[in-house]
Antibody, heavy 117, light 108 residues
Framework: EVQLVESGGGLVQPGGSLNLSCVAS????????MKWVRQAPGKGLEWVSY????????YYADSVKGRFTISRDNAKNLLYLQMNSLRDEDTAVYYC??????????WGQGTLVTVSS | DIQMTQSPSSLSASVGDRVTITCRAS??????LAWYQQKPGKAPKRLIY???SLQSGVPSRFSGSGSGTEFTLTISSLQPEDFATYYC??????????FGQGTKVEIK
């Protein structure tokens, strides 16, 4: 069974940093591209970042470019999102999602990031 | 960037009703579209991929159609467990991958 479990969320002050993790199991993690998608309270889904299976291709949404860094450790089946210079508008549930060639087919349960003073 | 416009933003329907949700792309995206269902406090679940292919394990009352710029998700006979919010996602031209704003299906 495919499982994705995010962790690392919490309350942080504006300007602060957090590092999210997503541990994968039940599939060959190193063969799959991955995404982070977020959802602000009461709002819709927003793509945040993408990393290819080999880490050779990385993309960011304009809203997080220069502040967030996506990475992965295929040996440990881990996906990361390092978030710096956090803003109020980054408050959201962050999901990691497995992405075969096209659209995400499996999602974690999400981790809540709250940016507030 | 490709914009995805979903309609309606919400609807009220009864069990057994046929429900149709539309997603329009600001430019052609071939059939590079997926539909997701999300229940409160839960992660999204993929229902349809490649515009019309049913995800394994998803009931056959769900169907998708369309190509180019206009797409529909149809629930042929609404069931109690189908009350949720539905999103489309385009993955034709990226980045960015863009979602529709969502359609909340509520009980009438």
């Amino acid at each position: 069974e495919v499982q994705l479990v995010e962790s690392g969320g919490g309350l942080v002050q504006p300007g602060g940093s957090l590092n999210l993790s997503c541990v994968a199991s039940g599939f060959s993690f190193s063969n799959f591209n991955m995404k982070w998608v977020r959802q602000a309270p009461g709002k819709g889904l927003e793509w945040v970042s993408y990393i290819s299976s080999s880490s050779l291709t990385i993309y960011y949404a304009d809203s997080v470019k220069g502040r967030f860094t996506i990475s992965r450790d295929n040996a440990k089946n881990l996906l990361y999102l390092q978030m710096n210079s956090l803003r109020d508008e980054d408050t959201a549930v962050y999901y990691c999602a497995r992405t075969p060639s096209a659209s995400p087919d499996s999602w974690g349960q999400g981790t809540l990031v709250t940016v507030s003073s | 960037d490709i914009q995805m416009t979903q309609s309606p933003s919400s609807l009220s329907a009864s069990v057994g009703d046929r429900v149709t949700i539309t997603c329009r792309a600001s430019q052609g995206i071939r059939n590079d579209l997926a539909w997701y269902q999300q229940k409160p406090g839960k992660a999204p679940k993929r229902l349809i991929y490649a515009a019309s292919s049913l995800q394994s394990g998803v009931p056959s009352r769900f169907s998708g159609s369309g190509s180019g710029t206009e797409f529909t998700l149809t629930i042929s006979s609404l069931q109690p467990e189908d009350f949720a919010t539905y999103y489309c996602l385009q993955h034709s031209t990226y980045p960015p991958w863009t979602f529709g704003q969502g359609t909340k299906v509520e009980i009438k």
